[in-house]
C-alpha cells in the first residue's frame, strides 16, 4: 500500500501564497501520476493538478498561471504552490497517487479571507 501524508495548509489573505506538501511512502515504485483535489463545503471534488513521472503537468483553467505542481521522484514527494490566492479557492486540499491503485491524503484545509 501507499501513504501520503499532507502538510502546509493555512489562513492566507486574498493575493497571498500557501506550498502544500504530500510525502509517499509504502509501494512508491507503482506509482505513476500525483496530483491534488479539493473540495469546497457543499461542492463536488475538483480536480486541481497533477504531474507524471516524466514531469508533465496538467492544470485545472481554475488554476492555470497562479499554482505550479511540482514532484521530487526521488524523495517521493509532491507539492502544490498557490499564488494569487484568491477567496474561492477556499477548500480541504487531497493529494493523490494513483497506480494500481489510487491513494489519498489526509487533506489540508486551506482558507483564503480577509
Known amino acids: 500500500q501507499v501513504q501520503l501524508v499532507e502538510s502546509g495548509g493555512g489562513l492566507v489573505q486574498p493575493g497571498g501564497s500557501l506550498r502544500l506538501s504530500c510525502a509517499a511512502s509504502g509501494s512508491i515504485f507503482s506509482i505513476n501520476v500525483m496530483g491534488w483535489y479539493r473540495q469546497a463545503p457543499g461542492k463536488q471534488r475538483e480536480w486541481v493538478a497533477d504531474?507524471?513521472?516524466?514531469?508533465?503537468?496538467n492544470y485545472a483553467v481554475s488554476v492555470k498561471g497562479r499554482f505550479t505542481i511540482s514532484r521530487d521522484n526521488a524523495k517521493n514527494t509532491v507539492d502544490l504552490q498557490m499564488n494569487s490566492l484568491k477567496p474561492e479557492d477556499t477548500a480541504v486540499y487531497y493529494c493523490?497517487?494513483?497506480?494500481?491503485?489510487?491513494?489519498w491524503g489526509q487533506g489540508t484545509q486551506v482558507t483564503v479571507s480577509s
Open positions: 493523490y497517487a494513483e497506480g494500481r491503485n489510487k491513494y
Open positions: 504531474i507524471s513521472t516524466s514531469g508533465i503537468r
